[in-house]
């Protein structure tokens, strides 16, 4: 049972790193209001509109900027980058916590087991005498 539990933590763990570390971007290419690609961990591919605008050379660019209709959208998730943390760089009250943790739940040492004293094999003493009436206490 003890092994299984360790299995997934392990598995668990190994996982959140991974995920915590992954990066990755999304690229959208949108003609108008509509979504003509989406890009993932790849550049967005363009449409056609955008490859056959004639470029004209008395136009301004914000003219030029106002007769193309497409846009491009670029999310991008950066994941964790420094995971190099040195046991060094942990005060003496952590690094004092971190071992007596790992002793005691990951390193512990195998107790010996004791039986539970069974009440049938082994009967309560004889009474010899009636505390009660020898103390004269009763209760009222």
Known sequence: MR???QKTGAVSLALLLLFSTLSFAVEMHYCGDHLVDLGIFRKASTCMMQDNMPHVDGISST???MMDCCSEIQLVVEG???LNASFESLSLQQQVFLISFAYTFVLQPELSKEQPIDALRHP???LVEDLYLLNETFLI
């Open 3 to 5: 092994s299984v539990k």
């Open 63 to 65: 003219e030029e900027e």
């Open 80 to 82: 964790q980058e420094d």
């Open 124 to 126: 309560p003493p004889k």
